[in-house]
């Protein structure tokens, strides 16, 4: 009966054990992969707000809501005192909770240079060349979209309303990387 109670339990233990994952399973966790679409942001040709120019690449920002939970106690019976004073029974109380949006989340579009969308080496290396021209970014030219590269756009950005690691279209143009055309304006075919 031991014998037979001992290997029931070592079988048990046996399927608790889980395998440990490789170090790539969680890689996008930790350290995401540079690209257009990381923090949520995706590049898109075509696709973006109501009455969008199909010719034209859109950028899409999205901030997810931000939610709180509150716990709080609530008493569902008071306590009960007796003649002198004295407790009799204390207090009862239910542990409640409730979830509250605080910040609704939000998606703001933006026209980026449709070079972001296929993230075109030639093109990241002369955004890198401006970024650094203007001192928000230091490292090499490699024509990569990359983590430093990202960080220097949200920087030079966020000063002018857009909080974003991809690069829009206005942003683009004070860079000197793109031009304006009245025709593209009027619904032409982009220049970049």
Same mark, same amino acid.
């Given at each position: 009966?031991?014998?037979?109670?001992?290997?029931?339990?070592?079988?048990?233990?046996?399927?608790?054990?889980?395998?440990?994952?490789?170090?790539?399973?969680?890689?996008?966790?930790?350290?995401?992969?540079?690209?257009? #679409?990381?923090?949520?942001?995706?590049?898109?040709?075509?696709?973006?707000?109501?009455?969008?120019?199909?010719?034209?690449? %859109?950028?899409?920002?999205?901030?997810?809501?931000?939610?709180?939970?509150?716990?709080?106690?609530?008493?569902?019976?008071?306590?009960?005192?007796? *003649?002198?004073?004295?407790?009799? *029974?204390?207090?009862?109380?239910?542990?409640?909770?409730?979830?509250?949006?605080?910040?609704? *989340?939000?998606?703001?579009?933006?026209?980026?240079?449709? !070079?972001?969308?296929?993230?075109?080496?030639? %093109?990241?290396?002369?955004?890198?060349?401006?970024?650094?021209?203007?001192?928000? %970014?230091? #490292?090499?030219?490699?024509?990569?979209?990359?983590?430093?590269?990202?960080?220097?756009?949200?920087? %030079?950005? !966020?000063?002018?309303?857009?909080?974003? #690691?991809?690069?829009?279209?206005?942003?683009?143009?004070?860079?000197?990387?793109?031009?304006?055309?009245?025709?593209?304006? !009027?619904?032409?075919?982009?220049?970049?």
């Amino acid at each position: 009966m031991r014998k037979l109670i001992l290997l029931a339990a070592v079988g048990g233990l046996s399927a608790c054990q889980t395998s440990i994952p490789d170090d790539t399973a969680f890689t996008s966790v930790i350290e995401p992969v540079i690209h257009t #679409g990381v923090s949520g942001v995706e590049v898109m040709r075509g696709f973006g707000p109501p009455n969008a120019n199909p010719s034209s690449c %859109y950028g899409r920002e999205i901030e997810p809501a931000v939610i709180e939970t509150i716990t709080e106690q609530i008493m569902v019976e008071p306590e009960q005192l007796d *003649r002198d004073g004295n407790v009799r *029974r204390p207090a009862v109380f239910v542990t409640a909770t409730e979830q509250r949006i605080v910040e609704d *989340r939000t998606e703001t579009w933006f026209e980026t240079p449709c !070079a972001m969308q296929s993230e075109d080496p030639d %093109y990241i290396a002369t955004l890198q060349r401006a970024l650094a021209a203007r001192d928000h %970014y230091a #490292g090499p030219i490699t024509g990569v979209l990359d983590r430093d590269t990202v960080d220097a756009v949200r920087a %030079y950005q !966020a000063p002018q309303g857009l909080d974003s #690691g991809v690069l829009s279209l206005a942003a683009a143009r004070q860079l000197g990387l793109s031009v304006w055309d009245p025709e593209l304006a !009027a619904g032409g075919a982009p220049l970049d």
